[in-house]
């Protein structure tokens, strides 16, 4: 099992920043890649950005170039750096780590509890 807990989340002005942080415990040594996602109000769940274990970036098409992604491995912990924040960003936002099993490809998801982000004047 891995364990992930989110912080950071908050209010902010429209065009201000937040860094949000995971922290993985548990079965972590197999973990493939980590990475954030959003969900809004009355909207599906969508990529904001991952990282791989080599340390490989994919980010959602609304925050290239706003947000940074980024990992301490000493510390099991993934960042996201967000900036020039406005009022589409506001979401819940779920840390993701996944396994994908190298015998069946079976990709196992776990994810964090959530972490509510406002951008609001």
């Known amino acids: 099992q891995v364990q992930l807990v989110e912080s950071g989340g908050g209010l902010v002005q429209p065009g201000g920043s937040l860094r949000l942080s995971c922290a993985a415990s548990g079965s972590i040594f197999s973990i493939n890649a980590m990475g954030w996602y959003r969900q809004a109000p009355g909207k599906q769940r969508e990529l904001v950005a991952t990282?791989?274990?080599?340390?490989?970036?994919n980010y959602g098409d609304s925050v290239k170039g706003r947000f940074t992604i980024s990992r301490d491995n000493a510390k099991n912990t993934v960042y996201l750096q967000m900036n020039s924040l406005n009022p589409e960003d506001t979401a819940v936002y779920y840390c993701?780590?996944?396994?994908?099993?190298?015998?069946?490809?079976?990709?196992?998801?776990?994810w964090g509890q959530g972490t509510q982000v406002t951008v609001s004047s």
């Open positions: 993701n780590a996944y396994r994908r099993d190298i015998t069946t490809l079976i990709r196992r998801d776990y």
């Open positions: 990282i791989t274990s080599g340390g490989s970036t």
